[in-house]
């Protein structure tokens, strides 16, 4: 629930935040699920913490990992499940589940990294798809043959994106003179980027504006490897 922490930090505090880094990320359950997939959810959460988590984490891990993942991250997790608190896990699923941020979205101005992965049952494409166009100045990093624990089975990969991503946000800050407006220095503005099916990035193309990028009306872009 780190990615719905995020968003609310900026929404109460946006003068503190520089940029924003969302993995397998929600805009709240209520915000990125239906109601029907909500009411499920806090309902097998309320069941299964009445439970031994023996009884409830094996089924919980098969929509955390893919088919075919290391028999290693699944312990790691089942352990990791073992030491969760039942009334706490209760209180802190059903205060996320009534948690609607997606309006905070087009509010977010900081340069935002998302990372998914392709095979994520839990925050699909039609959870992440609307978190991606609703920032206007956020790149979408899908990887591939990985589940909902992104950092988990590819953490070299998320580490490498991350560092690229924070290098990127640091030389345009530095490139840009910051502009003092309500108490706050504004944010540099990276380009938008989305994935082609091959998941290659694309970005832009040099001249566009930041309202082109919000509207999508510069359709062209370049790739990058």
């Known amino acids: ?16 935040v520089r940029s924003l ?6 805009a709240g359950w209520g915000g990125s699920l239906s109601a029907e997939e909500v009411h499920r959810r806090v309902e097998l959460t309320r ?19 893919p088919t ?10 089942a352990t990791m499940l073992a030491d969760f608190h039942p009334e706490a896990t209760r209180t802190s699923l059903e205060a996320f589940a009534q948690a609607d941020l997606s309006d905070t979205l087009a509010e977010v101005d900081v340069p935002t990294l998302l990372l998914y992965g392709e095979l994520d049952v839990r925050s699909p494409r039609s959870v992440w798809e609307p978190i991606h166009s609703g920032i206007a100045d956020s790149r979408l990093v899908v990887i591939p043959h990985v589940g909902h624990m992104v ?8 580490n490498d994106e991350i560092r690229a991503f924070v290098r990127q946000v640091e030389r345009s800050r530095s490139s840009v003179r910051p502009r003092i407006a309500m108490g706050r220095s504004d ?15 694309r970005v832009p193309a040099a001249g566009s504006t930041p309202d082109d990028r919000r509207s999508g009306a510069d359709p062209r872009g370049e790739q990058v490897p």
């Not at 880094?21 to 929600?26: G, I, Q």
């Not at 980027?193 to 290659?200: K, L």
Request: with cysteine; net charge negative.
């Open 47 to 65: 069941r299964n913490t009445m439970l031994p988590p023996n009884e409830w984490a094996p089924d919980l891990i098969d929509t955390l990992l």
């Open 187 to 201: 944010s540099a503005v990276v380009p938008q980027t989305t994935t082609s099916e091959s998941g290659d990035f």
């Open 68 to 77: 075919g993942a290391s028999p290693e991250l699944a312990a790691e997790l």
């Open 21 to 26: 880094v969302l993995m397998s990320a929600y």
């Open 151 to 158: 950092d988990m089975q590819a953490a070299e990969r998320c």
């Open 1 to 16: 629930f780190g990615g719905g922490l995020a968003l609310q930090l900026y929404r109460q505090h946006p003068e503190i």
